[in-house]
């Protein structure tokens, strides 16, 4: 499970939207000074995302809260983000290169990743409704109560 800290800015019934600190991939790597993805994160600046998560927990908006999602889904989402747009691509480029020569391999693999992109749009909404992250605890309640 992959955790990450977040606070709850809504709730919608069974569902709570929460703010997240957007984080490095190597942001705990001993090797950030030197690493790309860290020279980029900190020139981007620190962003936050939203979320919709399960709420579990009973957590009311403004919860310091701790948010888990699953790494199998984390890693389907990653091989549906990559995998699909360069395989359509790489289908659209051949297909192209066979019927039309070169030119027609630039273009029909341009419109190959079109489409891959296309299908990951789609293809997401239903895997993003069925694998929702999940609240997993409070860290911290709504001050006042």
Do not use: K
Not at 103 to 122: D, E, H, M, N, T
Not at 135 to 145: C, E, F
Request: aromatic share 4%; proline share 5%; net charge positive.
């Amino acid at each position: 499970m992959i955790e990450q800290p977040a606070r709850v800015v809504a709730i919608d019934g069974p569902y709570a939207w929460v703010e997240a600190e957007r984080q490095s991939a190597c942001g705990q790597c001993s090797a950030r000074a030197g690493c790309g993805t860290g020279v980029l994160a900190r020139a981007l600046g620190r962003r936050s995302v939203r979320l919709r998560t399960l709420n579990r927990v009973a957590a009311e908006v403004g919860d310091r809260v701790t948010v888990g999602i699953d790494e199998h889904v984390l890693l389907r989402g990653a091989l549906l983000m990559y995998g699909l747009p360069l395989a359509t691509m790489i289908a659209g480029a051949t297909w192209g290169l066979v019927l039309w020569g070169e030119p027609g391999s630039v273009l029909a693999g341009l419109a190959g990743l079109g489409i891959g992109f296309l299908a990951v749009r789609r293809r997401s909404r239903v895997v993003l409704d069925r694998r929702l992250p999940v609240i997993l605890s409070r860290t911290s309640p709504t001050p006042g109560v």
